[in-house]
């Protein structure tokens, strides 16, 4: 991992020059709450459809309370074009009981806290944390960064929370907010889980698993 450290610096600075416009979610929210519930809707589909679908569901419920008297199957119409939403409007209105429960109807800033939110894991909760609250308690792992950060960083673990972890190690805290975002980027752009485009990827002379070869 010593080799990794050295490197982070160029691979974040060669990231951020090469996708600025990604540095932040591509998900569409006004407020903590919105960015949670677009989070959870998000695992297993991508960031356009939930886009699509969140205008209304925020138009017809904006507020943690507005759930509270909901039956998942209200959420269904809103919902039902992205996968697991059967699951996902159940956690959404477990998540705002719990909320109006045990923190009076407002989100929670902090990690600990967070992931004890019904539906809620590491990665929902660093997500939220860094984009909503500008905290930073980890760095969020989706199954972009386990691809590209085993290519990168030979991590050879699908285990996102010891990805996590590691790599809490070597990137500075001041960009792990931007680790997650620019891995993301790289991952839907040349490092893909189906196929690695390493002749386009700006990282391939110092990546381990580079098809480019050195001259
Ligand atoms: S060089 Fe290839 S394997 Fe390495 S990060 Fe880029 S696309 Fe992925």
Redesign the pocket.
Known sequence: MKSAKGKINTIISRLKKKYPEELRTRLHYKNPWELLVATMLSAQSQDAQVNKVTPALFGKYPNIKDYLDRRPQDLYPYVRTLGLYRNKSKNIIKAAHYIHDNFDSRLPKHMEQLVQIPGVGRKTANVVQGNAFGVTEGIAIDTHCI??AN??FLFNTKNAEKIEKDMMKFVPKKEWVNATHLLIA?GRD??TARR???E?????D???????KKS
């Open positions: 691809t590209v290519r990168l790289l040349v490092c690695k485009y390493c386009d990827c700006v990282l391939n110092i990546c381990p698993s580079s098809t480019v």
